[in-house]
Every structure is written in structure tokens, then in C-alpha cells.
């Protein structure tokens, strides 16, 4: 089929000709010529507005004369940088690839999302040799920045600090590999007599690894912090550890400053650097019942816990949880040992005799039957407004030894009490 762009002159000519007849006959049917061309005229000052608006940039060696005729092009036509609001950019392994994307960046003055990559490679040491500059927000005061997303990227918390102290970023999502190093842990000792806030409202922390000190001094900076999320992809699997290793103590006193704003929490499998291999099982167990604004949580089940036995330390845990709770998301796992790489069973208890529940639907032990049940009974006294729950249990051990049973009369329990119960389970 023939493109409208690709008429010849001729054929052009003869749909004015026909525009022009029709208006002759009908002056209210079809528009005038001076009209057609004013509309034109319009349209064509439109469009560079949405061709820059959102702009995709590859920075590799077979791009950088298109990058520089771009750069040419923005520095020559201020009007047209100035309409450029998004940008996504993926960087390739060289050395000037940083040097690029900050020369290109500081032509955008009303950048309001940003989103850079890095172009994807199996070989580790390119992504270290070639990461990203650790001043990059410091040489480009991007005043009007909203959103911040790195990918496949390798970066220092440096840098996110620097994102930080932004003065009107509300949104950063580094879903990377970040490695801590010994500029980090003097810059976070820094933060910790700084008063100056940020405005961020949404941390994402994804394929993260932080230790105690940085993930503190991250949520003192950030006052209205409304979304929290620090997750590794996969959990719980025998190939590395995937658990947050900060005891229930130390997690309570670091989400301490989000506690009037605080909104979603979720912090699955959030790994700090750690020798201590039993989280969680030390005494201390995590409250969250004074934080008068959460709604949504995703937490491993243990963090309630202040001992490893679940018998001896179950009951009582849904007073642990605020009122403004609408959905909650819980992980009943086994740990993996991070340093020999054995299951250690600090969740489950080892009792011998299981009730033989069969049901293709879920596989738990006889207990987190009893406490999904058990907390179905509180939901009106300590958090009626709770409407979805989700409880997921990663089982280690032979076939033969799982619990299974059908979640049919869990799902009436809940349903009479006006929640959904969505029980899931994982296969070994």
C-alpha cells in the first residue's frame, strides 16, 4: 500500500485541486486552502516536541558521530533542548562513554525522567572496567529530575547519594549490582551529622547488596519516604543466600525515621554484609504497629519471630502489625547457609509426626496452617482494613516429608472475615 508521504507532486496538486472544488461547492463541508496550510504550519512546529520529548540514546563507538550531531543540534536550537523531558540511555563498554552521556546531559536543563543502562555483556570485568562516573550527579545539577532509573548498571551507593542530594528528585530505582566500598562507608558515617533531607518518596534498592550503616544512613535522608523495596532476584534458592541478614533490632531502628510516612514495605530478601549467619535470632523481633501509614508489606515471616522455634514464638505475632495494613505479603522459607551452603532449618521445627493433609493446592507445615488461621480471627480487632493476604512457603526437603493440604477452608475462613487468602507454595 502506498505511504501518503510517497505521492509525487502531482498527485498532491490534485487533492488541493480537489480541496479547493469541494470548499467552492460547500464553503462549511471541507477546510480552505489558508487553513490547510496554517494547520500544517502548526503541525510542523509540533512535531519536534514530540520527537524529542522522549529520547532513546545508544552510547557505543559506531554512534558517537550521530551523538555529536545531536549534541550540535541541541546547543544551536536552545528551544529544542528545552522540550526534552525523558531520556533513556545505554551505555557500551568504553572509556568515553561516561564522558558522553554527562556532555549530553547537561543540555537537558528540564530533564524530568532519567533511565541509563548498561549494554548487556556476560563478561564481568567490562562492567567493572567501564562503570559508570561516581560524580556524575555532582557535575550535572539536573534541577528539575523526578526520576531516577539505573539498569544493568555498576554503580556505588556514591552515586546515589549524589542522586539524593538532587533538590527535587521523588523517585530512584537502581536495579543493579551495587558493591560497597570504603568511599561509601566514610560518606554514610558523613550523612549521619547532616540535617539536609531529600524529597525522594520512592527507594527501590533491587540486586542490591548494603551493609547496616549505608541502608541507615540512606532512610535518615529520606523524610518522606513512602515506598521502600530492596529485593535480590530469586530468592531462597541452594545456589547463594537471598535473606536479609540484619537482626529484628537493628531493621526497627533503621526504618525508625519512615515510620509516619512510610506507605509500602517491602523487603523480601534485602542482603546486608554479615558474618552473622542466623538472622533474625537474636531475641528481637520486628514491630511494625506504630507505623500509622503502611499498607502493604512483603517481609519473610521470621522477622516476628524472637526465637527460631515457631512454637515457642508464634502466638501474639499479629499484634506486631499497624491498623492501616490493607495487604500483606509473607514468606515462609528455609535458610541456606551463605558459607557452606546446607539448609538450616531456624523456621520450621523438626517435629516428627505431620498430620498427611493431601492436596495438589499447597505444601506447608502444620504450624503455618494454624498461624495463616489464627490470624484470620484477629483481622477485625488489629487490622480490619486488611483485604488480601499472601503467604508463600519454599520447602527444601524429600517429597515425601512435605505437608500438603487444600487451602479450601482457609479461603472460607478469610472470605467470612472479608479478606482474599492467597496461598502459595513453591516446589522444591
Known amino acids: 500500500m502506498t505511504r501518503f508521504s510517497d505521492l509525487n507532486d502531482d498527485i498532491l496538486h490534485e487533492i488541493i485541486g480537489w480541496l479547493q472544488l469541494m470548499k467552492e461547492r460547500d464553503p462549511s463541508a471541507a477546510i480552505s486552502l489558508p487553513q490547510l496550510a496554517r494547520v500544517c504550519l502548526r503541525i510542523g512546529a509540533l512535531v519536534p516536541r514530540h520527537l524529542v ?31 526534552v523531558r525523558k531520556i533513556q540511555i545505554t551505555l557500551g563498554f568504553e572509556p568515553l562513554a561516561s564522558f558522553w552521556a554527562n556532555e549530553l546531559l547537561q543540555q537537558l536543563p528540564n530533564l524530568v525522567y532519567l533511565e541509563i543502562q548498561r549494554a548487556l555483556s556476560n563478561i564481568e570485568d567490562l562492567r567493572e572496567l567501564f562503570a559508570f562516573s561516581p560524580n556524575f550527579f555532582q557535575i550535572n545539577k539536573l534541577e528539575k529530575l523526578r526520576r531516577v532509573n539505573f539498569q544493568r548498571e555498576t554503580v556505588s551507593f556514591a552515586t546515589i547519594f549524589d542522586c539524593m542530594s538532587l533538590p527535587n528528585v521523588e523517585l530512584i530505582d537502581f536495579s543493579i549490582r551495587t558493591g560497597e566500598t570504603f568511599e561509601d562507608s566514610k560518606r554514610a558515617s558523613d550523612l549521619t551529622s547532616i540535617s539536609q533531607s531529600c524529597r525522594v518518596k520512592t527507594l527501590n534498592l533491587n540486586d542490591s547488596r548494603t551493609s547496616l550503616d549505608l541502608f541507615q544512613a540512606l532512610l535518615r535522608r529520606c523524610p518522606y519516604l513512602q515506598h521502600l523495596t530492596g529485593s535480590m532476584p530469586r530468592p531462597f534458592r541452594s545456589t547463594g543466600p537471598g535473606i536479609i541478614l540484619f537482626s529484628a533490632a537493628q531493621l526497627q531502628h533503621a526504618l525508625a525515621p519512615t515510620r509516619d510516612t512510610l506507605v509500602s514495605l517491602d523487603l523480601l530478601n534485602l542482603q546486608s554484609h554479615t558474618s552473622h549467619p542466623t538472622p533474625f535470632c537474636d531475641g528481637t523481633k520486628l514491630d511494625l504497629k506504630m507505623f500509622s501509614s503502611l499498607e502493604s508489606i512483603t517481609l519473610p515471616v521470621h522477622c516476628f519471630f524472637n526465637r527460631p522455634v515457631p512454637h515457642d514464638s508464634r502466638n501474639g505475632t499479629y499484634a506486631q502489625f499497624p491498623w492501616s495494613m490493607t495487604k500483606l505479603n509473607l514468606y515462609f522459607a528455609q535458610k541456606t547457609n551463605p558459607y557452606s551452603g546446607k539448609p538450616m532449618n531456624i523456621l520450621h521445627s523438626n517435629d516428627q509426626e505431620r498430620a498427611k493433609l493431601r492436596s495438589g493446592n499447597a505444601a506447608f ?4 496452617y494454624a498461624w495463616i488461621m489464627e490470624f484470620a480471627y484477629h483481622k477485625a480487632t488489629h487490622f480490619p482494613k486488611l483485604h488480601s493476604l499472601t503467604v508463600e512457603e519454599e520447602l527444601t526437603g524429600p517429597d515425601m516429608s512435605l505437608v500438603r493440604w487444600s487451602n479450601e477452608d482457609a479461603m472460607k475462613v478469610w472470605t467470612s472475615v472479608g479478606a482474599i487468602c492467597n496461598v502459595l507454595f513453591r516446589e522444591p
Open 365 to 368: 507445615e502444620p504450624w503455618t
Open 53 to 83: 520529548k522522549a529520547m532513546n540514546i545508544q552510547i557505543t563507538a559506531s554512534d558517537v558521530p550521530k551523538l555529536r550531531l545531536l549534541m550540535r543540534s541541541l546547543k544551536e536550537t536552545p528551544g529544542l533542548r528545552a522540550l
